[in-house]
């Protein structure tokens, strides 16, 4: 493709080359580093004059850090006279502080769905999807939810939080019947993961035979590794969004479902001008 | 029509309220120059909880009304550059969206100072960290002894650059013995200007370091700067290197004469010391019995203190502007200035409309 160019943060090289590798394409040439009084210096490695670039930087790690990588890079190819500089972002930072819908961004804002590669693989990974339940761990994801249930033709059920009173603790309340049922709780992030696994001890007691977690991205701060070791999951899944290698090697119910395919697809339609929305509902091949 | 006028002027007289001092710093290093000032100041400090959270996200929760206020947010910048920097946008947006009236960035240390200017690809970052401050919600900015006084052009807003040249010179008068037998010395042509600007107010002479003794960071200029760059070096050995083709570089020297004197190196920042070590080693074989290192910005990063116990260097003096208590406990030489008197009295005049032509009395042009 002519005048593409698309540089990789140091946030998630391995999925930056992923999404490079589906488009043909070599990742282009960048220094990111720190000086010894930790500024953050970068330095473009090629002519991106009159290119359409493109900078795949994750919100996850050291999120500052990368934060500020991202808009040096991006100001650097500015300057440097690029005719256009996308920033591609799989997980949005301080996404639960502000809302990430369009009308808070002066700039056209493409929020891509995982939704169509979870569904592919459900079908593909769990034999019992059909007679399967999905489930939101809170009354907000109720509409991510019952979006997938009808896609896959099944029912589903929530749980919210009672609270009683002030200073006690919430309570649980599963809404729908789960009994003897192949349960696959959906949620869009798995921070500290304590909301899922409470969620997974329920809905086991309510008779689920098996729990599965699919959650899009998979930030696991502090204690979620060890929650998740002593929770009762069949699998947790989550995509590549956030790198998971270190992860995956102290927790092995962690899956991952890769998404490159759907980034490298947007970076190409974007690319060409061509309609973004086939990819909210149809996984790129 | 009389009336209601003397009514609106009587009503904003009465509106002009107090003013509030917040740190947006997460750790308690980071907010002890603030405590100082507000202690000066005779306020209290802002209520507001500032922390990462487990996902490494920074959160600001402001506790307390400011709408109408004027805000002085007080930031100084440890190791973790861009999270301090993340801390302050964050407050500043959190006191803007508030109605906070005027908001006042305290950043006594201005981080990425030291790229302020194009090299081949990069990014202008200093700009870029102005156009970001101004969009979170900042007003006006006190900072001191900017690398650059050229940055103040990159903001859309005041700029108070103050200095600390007069706490430091008050520290060689008052604990240098001997200092009338001391001569001021520039590490590199580049802080000559400064170097004379004490000299001149100690009533000193000057020497200044010229040449190349280290191998610096391999940092070509490739015409891209504008305007054309001349046969000089400029800005910090280690960040750029002269354009001339020729590779002799003269050997070290220094230009000027040290024997049997108390030489004191004048800096703004003093951060990789691999340079200031190197300028010791030769001024002590040039003569000198003493050497000192004073500088505003004391950074001392990566092991600067070991660096320093090792060498030729009887002492570093640096101000409290850049938080270094690690460093001073693994490196006996370094001391500390206190300048949160002038912080202070800068905030009590911007918030009392009072002129800050005072606080620059002593000051040099070139300093």
Redesign the interface.
Known sequence: MPNIKIFSGSSHPDLSQKIADRLGLELGKVVTKKFSNQETCVEIGESVRGEDVYIVQSGCGEINDNLMELLIMINACKIASASRVTAVIPCFPYARQDKKDKGFFDIPVDNLYAEPAVLKWIKENIPEWKNCIIVSPDAGGAKRVTSIADRLNVDFALIHKERKKANEVDRMVLVGDVTDRVAILVDDMADTCGTICHAADKLISAGATKVYAILTHGIFSGPAISRINNACFEAVVVTNTIPQEEKMKHCPKIQVIDISMILAEAIRRTHNGESVSYLFSHVPL | GFCRILTVNFVMNVAKSGYRVFSANSSAACTELAKKITERLGVELGKSVVFQ???????VDVKESVRGQTIFIIQTIP?????A??ELLVMAYALKTSCAKNIIGVIPYF??S??CK????????CK?LAS?LAKAGLTHIITMDLHQKEIQGFFSFPVDNLRASPFLIQYIQEEIPDYRNAIIVAKSPAAAKRAQSYAERLRLGLAVIHGEAQCSESDMADGRHSPPCVRNTTGHTGLELPLMMAKEKPPITVVGDVGGRIAIIVDDIV??VGDFVAAAEILKERGAYKIYIMATHG?L??DAPRLIEESAIDEVVVTNTVPHEVQKLQCPKIKTVDVSMILAEAIRRIHNGESMAYLFRNITVDD
């Open positions: 959270e487990s996902n490494s996200e920074t959160r190791r973790d550059v861009n999270t920097i993340m981080p990425y030291k790229q194009m090299r081949k690809r990069g990014s202008i970052v870029l970001m951060d990789d950074l990063s990566a």
